[in-house]
């Protein structure tokens, strides 16, 4: 354990400094980026096709995907429009700044105002590892369960956003979205909470409203003036 321990620091150290380095790149391209986080399952691929669909017109979106293997989701992403790399993992469990920075060289950051990066599905290393984003987004499904946030709760630390997903199965499922709110809230009194259902599409628009909202900031923020 005594070797152990400054290996993992080092890692750690040396992602956060590439991070830094793919954050300084999001910022002098005008990009806001969110770091999409779930577990397997939970729904992020639909929300990110109803997210494009939604907002290609207005927003110019960017898709990174991370998958253990295949490039399954990154078709149907394309099948949308939009920039979209395929990352592999080959069996790392997470997405990290080293990853990021070499998908980058496949994305015209100049021709993009929001990068979302979907990460592996994971719980718990996602939550672990800066890419460079500006903020940290968890999508959580109901037929998961309200244990999530006490078994979990790195997660629900780290993100800015939580999605309830698939509210539509509330009636189907042991699931109480109150304590949802309560436990998450007790890790981070901050985050913001967005109950939605990808299926018929029950509350997509307070997150994309959301989303209008970071990009006309970091717009602003980038020129000095509103666009």
Known sequence: MAVKVPV???IL???????????????????????????????????????IETLKD??????????????????????RGVQVVQLNT?????????????????????ELDLLVIENVGNLVCPAEFK???DVKVMLLSVPEGDDKPLKYPLM?????VLLINKIDLLPYVDCDVSKIRQRALQLNSS???????????????????????????????ATGAEI
């Open 191 to 221: 985050l913001e909470i967005l109950e939605i259902s990808c299926r018929t599409g029950e509350g997509l628009s307070g997150w994309y409203n959301w989303l209008r909202s970071q990009v006309s900031n970091r717009k602003t923020d």
């Open 8 to 10: 993992v620091r080092n």
């Open 156 to 160: 629900f630390q780290e993100a800015s």
């Open 131 to 133: 890419v460079g984003e």
């Open 13 to 51: 150290e040396a992602n956060e400094q590439l991070a830094q380095e793919n954050s300084r790149l999001f910022r002098q391209a005008g990009l806001f980026v969110v770091n999409l986080m779930s577990g397997p399952g939970a729904g992020k691929t639909s929300l990110l096709e109803h997210t």
């Open 58 to 79: 207005e927003i110019r979106i960017g898709v990174v995907e991370g998958d253990i293997q295949s490039s399954y989701d990154a078709e149907r992403i394309s099948q």
């Open 90 to 110: 080959g069996g790392a469990c997470h997405l990290d700044s080293s990853m990021i920075k070499s998908a980058l060289n496949a994305l015209q950051l100049a």
